[in-house]
Nanobody, 121 residues
Framework: QVQLVESGGGLVQPGGSLRLSCAAS????????MGWYRQAPGKQRELVAA???????NYADSVKGRFTISRDNAKNTVYLQMNSLKPEDTAVYYC???????????????WGQGTQVTVSS
């Protein structure tokens, strides 16, 4: 079993910053890809950013230059530094971990419970 626990969401004014964290717990040997998705009311869940175990990153066009994803493999933790936040960044942000190896078992597509990010004046 893999559990992902997110933290760091909240209310911030436009132009402000927030840092999200997501820690994976369990007897984890390795995690291939970790990422952040978001879902705004009435919209589909979308990829925000992802990072491989070797540090290769991928970003949605809407956040390039403003958000930075990073991870600490020793802590099985992924971070999302969000700068220059806009009202349209308001959403529930979900952590995702894909291909998590626990012993001889590989778990695909594990999700956190989500953390609310609200950008408003």
């Amino acid at each position: 079993q893999v559990q992902l626990v997110e933290s760091g969401g909240g209310l911030v004014q436009p132009g402000g910053s927030l840092r999200l964290s997501c820690a994976a717990s369990g007897s984890i040997f390795s995690i291939n890809v970790m990422g952040w998705y978001r879902q705004a009311p009435g919209k589909q869940r979308e990829l925000v950013a992802a990072i491989t175990g070797s540090g290769k990153t991928n970003y949605a066009d809407s956040v390039k230059g403003r958000f930075t994803i990073s991870r600490d493999n020793a802590k099985n933790t992924v971070y999302l530094q969000m700068n220059s936040l806009k009202p349209e960044d308001t959403a529930v942000y979900y952590c995702n971990a894909d291909q998590v190896r626990v012993g001889v078992t590989i778990f695909f597509d594990s999700w956190g419970q989500g953390t609310q990010v609200t950008v408003s004046s």
